[in-house]
């Protein structure tokens, strides 16, 4: 079990950047895929980035992929989400999600391939 706490959401003004964080619980680092989530108002859960376990290699959600960047620090357990040229589409509550095995039943930006959640934090984008 990994226990998942999800900061830095806020309203935005469009075209601004935001960096969320996601700190995991434990001393030791973490092997897990780390995953970047949102749930926009009215639409199901959908993945946006994870982290490769060992490799570290990044995938993005086609949908985000040039605005968003997600990186990790293992040695403090924290991934981060940097939201660039942030959109009125964007705003969301985005959470945190961790699976610890290598080998994942759904795909790596299907919500089912994830067992460990966070309580999600919420972005708004407004003028």
């Known amino acids: 079990q990994v226990h998942l706490t999800e900061s830095g959401g806020g309203s935005v003004q469009p075209g601004g950047s935001l960096t969320l964080s996601c700190e995991a619980s434990?001393?030791?680092?973490?092997?897990?895929?780390m995953a970047w989530f949102r749930q926009r108002p009215g639409k199901e859960r959908e993945g946006v980035a994870t982290?490769?376990?060992?490799?570290?290699?990044?995938y993005y959600a086609p949908s985000v992929e040039g605005r968003f960047n997600i990186s990790r620090d293992s040695a403090k357990n924290m991934v981060y989400l940097q939201i660039n040229e942030l959109r009125h589409e964007d705003t969301a509550v985005y959470y945190c999600?961790?699976?610890?095995?290598?080998?994942?039943?759904?795909?790596?930006?299907?919500?089912?391939?994830?067992?460990?959640w966070g309580q999600g934090t919420q972005v708004t984008v407004s003028s």
């Open positions: 999600a961790a699976e610890r095995r290598r080998y994942l039943d759904w795909s790596i930006l299907d919500s089912r391939s994830y067992n460990n």
């Open positions: 434990g001393s030791t680092p973490i092997e897990a895929w």
């Open positions: 982290l490769h376990p060992v490799t570290m290699a990044p």
